[in-house]
Nanobody, 122 residues
């Protein structure tokens, strides 16, 4: 059974850092593109980062570029999102999902995890 489980969220002050994990079971992560999304209350789900399956190319939304880094540990079958210089507007539920190629469109992704809450206090 294909499953993704996110972890690593929490409460952090402005300027702090968190590392989120997206652990996969039932399939090999590096055979697919893995995207990170976030959704704040009352807002649409936003694609913020993705790592491709072919050559590991990474993509970032302008809102997180230069602050967030996505990377993959194939031995652990896990994709990480390192988040630095966090801002209150980064507060959201963060989710990972699987696709054949990287896009920012949630509808292109499947096998969503349950999400992990990130709260950045001012």
């Amino acid at each position: 059974q294909v499953q993704l489980v996110e972890s690593g969220g929490g409460l952090v002050q402005t300027g702090g850092s968190l590392r989120l994990s997206c652990a996969a079971s039932g399939f090999t992560l590096d055979a697919y593109a893995i995207g990170w999304f976030r959704q704040a209350p009352g807002k649409e789900r936003e694609g913020i980062s993705c790592i491709s399956n072919s050559d590991g190319t990474t993509y970032y939304a302008d809102s997180v570029k230069g602050r967030f880094t996505i990377f993959r540990d194939n031995a652990k079958n896990t994709v990480y999102l390192q988040m630095n210089s966090l801002k209150p507007e980064d507060t959201a539920v963060y989710l990972c999902a699987v696709a054949y190629i990287c896009t920012q469109v949630p509808g292109d992704f499947t096998s969503w995890g349950q999400g992990t809450q990130v709260t950045v206090s001012s």
